[in-house]
């Protein structure tokens, strides 16, 4: 039996769309969101995505992502690391030639991650009600094709963001991105925050919420 078969993980929806956040944006992508999650962020906007699931083996749901022809993949939750077979799936898909990112919590270790995969990890603000669940060593682990990725709601997620940034941050060759919480703050208002302390970050917008697709 070959590992494509043997791996199985429990997949909440497959679908082809355009990257809306971060240095992805606006690229056509493949999109593989796996069920279940460890957290249970204030503002999630995936909670469909926190328990179910239909289990497919890997084989199955690369037949079903090359069917869209695209090159690139992002594995996404709910929690992606929360599932066993997860590493060794990213690695799968690199293997058969598919560019590949994850979006990660931030509340697992990324050891053991294929490291020709885009890590893109969040790092919770005091907003989302699991900023305790920060597993800071990942930071380490981190190289310069990574992301780190801030959702800010208010003026204290801004303080605890900016804090992170200068300090735990300081060292890290990842790119960092602040985005505003959907619905919580204008996006007008983070960006003045950002340019007044002259931080060295970027800023996102969700774009598949702006224009009104997955």
């Known amino acids: 039996m070959t590992q494509a078969k043997r791996l199985t993980l429990k997949i ?5 769309s355009l990257a809306g956040e971060g240095g992805l944006t606006g690229k056509p992508m493949a999109f593989v969101r796996l ?9 999630c906007d995936t909670t469909y995505a926190l ?21 690139n993949v992002l594995v996404t939750g709910g929690e992606p ?12 898909l690199i293997e058969k030639g598919f560019e590949v990112a994850l979006e990660t919590n ?12 885009c890590i893109i990890m969040d790092i ?22 990574d992301e780190v990725k801030f959702v800010i709601a208010d003026r204290a997620d801004f303080e605890y963001a900016k804090e992170a940034v200068l300090t735990r941050l300081r060292d890290c060759p990842a790119a960092v991105w602040f985005g ?8 007008g208002e983070l960006a003045g925050w950002i340019i007044a302390e002259k931080l060295p970050v970027r800023m996102y917008l969700q774009l598949h919420k702006a224009i009104g697709i997955k």
């Open 12 to 16: 909440s929806e497959i679908f082809c």
């Open 35 to 43: 069920s279940g999650c460890n957290l249970r962020c204030l503002w």
């Open 51 to 71: 328990e179910g699931g239909e289990e497919l083996t890997a084989e199955q749901i690369v037949a079903r992502i090359s069917g869209f022809g695209l090159k």
């Open 81 to 92: 690391l929360a599932q066993t077979a997860t590493r060794a799936f990213l690695k799968l």
């Open 106 to 117: 931030g509340s697992f270790s990324i050891e053991g991650v294929d490291k020709r995969v």
């Open 124 to 145: 919770k603000c005091p907003s989302s009600g699991v900023s305790e669940s920060n597993l800071w060593e990942n930071i380490g682990g981190l190289g310069e094709k």
């Open 180 to 187: 505003p919480a959907w619905g919580k703050i204008e996006p």
